[in-house]
């Protein structure tokens, strides 16, 4: 209850603002538009907006799903294998020096127009965060408690899910977060390229038309559902992490 309530402060405060900046520079709705001009352009457009919201909204979530997979999975080999974090981690660290956005025209020239474009823009744009932090959290273990466990005779596959992966679900959050924040962002970047709907196609086609209260209505949009991705998985991080005081920090 707490958590809504901030956020209901919070957008309080940036309606204020808004509407004092655009009262201040007298700008005209063209440029920028009242936050009551933007709520108009939500209900009459809503059915508009739902269908575009949709397909981003399953982009983001699948995207996001497939990084989390391949991150962990490249994280464990990582820490499994010697000779994958010899020639595996600084590709990883190299492909960073790319832009993202240089990739969105490639991918959609070798996959297409459709929603998968979008899906891989996601993935990719979350999956560095989310392996170097599960990487991260597996390898800062206490060399003590790993030496004990193979005092005890316990497997590397024994120790990988008793003791290092319990043990990194504290870093892995970090990236979780990190990755909740960037994942829309690849979406929207895919349909900016090249997309006949979602969100980022919505935007494009709004300020092409002039129709800038729309092309904010989705900006917002775009913003809300970051904001329920993202305490969607700090819901789930603070549960997983519950026996992890650090995790809890009030």
């Known amino acids: 209850m707490k958590v809504i309530l901030n ?16 009262y201040i520079t007298n700008s005209p709705s063209y440029i920028l538009p009242s936050p009551y ?29 497939l990084g989390i997979l391949f991150g962990m999975y490249t994280g464990i080999l990582l820490i499994i294998s010697k000779s994958m974090r010899k020639w ?15 990739l969105a025209p490639i991918l959609t020239l070798w996959v297409g127009y459709g929603i998968w474009s979008k899906i891989i823009m996601t993935t990719l744009i979350i999956y560095f965060p989310i392996t170097i932090a599960f990487y991260d959290g597996l390898k800062r273990i206490d060399p003590m408690i790993i030496n004990l466990a193979k005092m005890m005779g316990a497997s590397t596959y024994s120790m990988l899910i008793k003791i290092r992966i319990p043990f990194a679900l504290p870093q892995l959050t970090s990236g979780l977060k990190l990755a909740a924040a960037f994942a829309p962002m690849g979406a929207v970047i895919g349909e ?10 919505l935007m494009l086609y709004a300020s092409g038309r002039v129709q800038i209260d729309l092309m904010f209505s989705s900006i917002i949009i775009l913003a809300f559902f970051t904001i329920l991705l993202y305490n969607l998985v700090s819901f789930i991080s603070n549960y997983i992490t519950r026996w992890d005081p650090k995790s809890h920090i009030k």
Request: hydrophobic share 65%; no cysteine; glycine share 6%.
């Open 192 to 201: 900016w390229v090249g997309a006949s709907k979602g969100l980022g196609y």
């Open 88 to 102: 595996m981690l600084p590709f990883i660290i190299l492909t960073q020096a790319i832009p993202i956005f240089a």
């Open 37 to 65: 001009e933007v709520f108009l352009s939500i209900r009459d457009n809503y059915l508009l907006l739902l269908d575009h919201s949709l397909i981003t909204f399953f982009e983001i979530l699948l995207g996001f799903i």
């Open 7 to 22: 956020y209901i402060f919070s957008l309080i405060i940036f309606i204020l603002l808004w509407w004092l900046v655009q």
